[in-house]
């Protein structure tokens, strides 16, 4: 549930990324309105910051998990002398999967493929008490990465290289309380490279986060940021129950769709970038359905956009309480935990849904029809609502 961040230690503790588009404008009125933006759509590909730690940017660098083509993971099963499984390793393996591969197929309309080998032949027993690995005390670096090596350790069988070493205790094991991404490489105490991150699993994937928790994690070694903040305030602080990066439970936990894009899950072609001032049109399918366009982008500066997304009820947003035109800011300056995206509330005061005021945030026509971002001079207005998606202008001054 916290997020300990030692930016050169690379140890993510959780809760819980050109083609040159041109447009012509048509003007057939003294009115400068265009369908579809003007703007070269690199223009609003942020650059990542590297001196900010998972800096929310496109081109981040940090030995990432592949988020398109095939991530694959290898899963193995342990418990400890003082915690000793009563289940079966197949049983642990199908609470996690393939509902979770299932899940990034979906969120990334088949761009992701999560290939997880597992072996389920049986427990192996850690050299250590789950007691003493610390877990209540939180983890540092090297007692993450001790963890992990004791558990390749007793394994001590050859995994070939993968992308992400999943290390899964029994559900027994209540002192391995929660479940970390290592950010670093993965290598065994003799020096073999096995992975370029691991994901440990703890009780309150048992407990609390499900399957899903898995999802969160591996969106880590991505490279994805936590949403939620560092600093003890609501989970839901920044961004509500929007992605799952940030609540794992939340109401709404698809990814938004700028990191959908980041993370190749969507083109160019699906992204309207706006980087000048004027008044234009946009239509926007849910983030939800594949195919359509997702985003507009506005830029204000180098380092920070304005996003308008469509949310609906669809796919893995079924649960969603309030749906509508999701707006959220990003900055690529603001570090995983302090905010990098913000969910911007078109209902102040509603006392909100699902247990969160930023989980009906969205613009609809019957609801709060335009906002204004004042000290960015960019309004957005809802112009229509039909089967085939939502449209909306955007003036930016
Ligand atoms: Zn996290």
Redesign the pocket.
């Known amino acids: 549930m916290t997020?300990l961040i030692q930016p050169f230690r690379i140890s993510?503790w959780?809760?819980?990324l050109c083609a040159i588009t041109e447009w012509v404008m048509i003007s057939t009125s003294a009115i400068a309105t265009s369908h579809r933006p003007q703007t070269d759509i690199s223009a609003c590909k942020l650059a990542a910051n590297s001196d900010v730690y998972l800096s929310a940017g496109f081109g981040y660098e940090l030995n990432c998990a592949p988020s398109t083509g095939t991530l694959n993971a290898f899963m193995i099963f342990v418990d400890f002398d003082d915690e000793q499984a009563i289940e079966t390793p197949q049983s642990l393996h199908d609470f996690f999967l393939p509902a979770a591969a299932e899940w990034y197929a979906t969120s990334s309309y088949g761009a992701l493929t999560l290939n997880v080998t597992a072996d389920t032949s049986r427990f192996y027993r850690m050299p250590a008490t789950a007691a003493s690995y610390g877990w209540a005390r939180g983890l540092s670096y090297e007692t993450h990465e001790k963890y992990i090596q004791d558990a390749l350790d007793a394994y001590n069988q050859t995994i070939p290289p993968t992308d992400v070493l999943y290390v899964v205790p029994t559900a027994n094991a209540a002192a391995i309380s929660f479940s970390p991404t290592f950010m670093g490489d993965v290598q065994t105490r003799a020096g073999v490279y096995v992975a370029k991150k691991s994901v440990t699993f703890g009780l309150d994937a048992y407990k609390t986060w499900k399957y899903l928790v898995l999802n969160?994690?591996t969106g880590?070694t991505m490279c994805l940021p936590?949403y939620y903040p560092f600093n003890g305030s609501a989970t839901g602080l920044f961004i509500g129950g929007w992605d799952l990066?940030g609540l794992i439970s939340g109401p709404s936990p698809d990814y938004f769709a700028w990191d959908k894009w980041r993370l190749g899950w969507l083109s160019d072609e699906q992204i309207d970038c706006i980087a000048e001032t004027g008044s234009t049109t946009h239509m926007l399918t849910p983030l939800e359905q594949t195919g359509g366009s997702k985003a507009v982008v506005i830029k204000h500066n180098s380092t920070d956009v304005l996003v308008a997304e469509l949310r609906s009820t669809n796919g893995l947003d079924s649960a969603s309480c309030s749906t509508g035109v999701l707006l959220y800011t990003v900055s690529t300056i603001t570090a995983t935990g302090d905010g990098p995206v913000r969910v911007l509330d078109a209902t102040p005061g509603s006392n909100g849904c699902a247990g969160d005021e930023l989980n009906d945030a969205p613009l609809s026509l019957k609801g709060t029809n335009s906002y204004t971002v004042s000290e960015w001079g960019i309004k957005v207005t809802i112009v229509d609502e039909s089967s085939d998606g939502t449209e909306i202008r955007v003036d930016v001054s």
């Open positions: 997020g993510v959780c809760l819980m969160h994690e880590h936590d990066m």
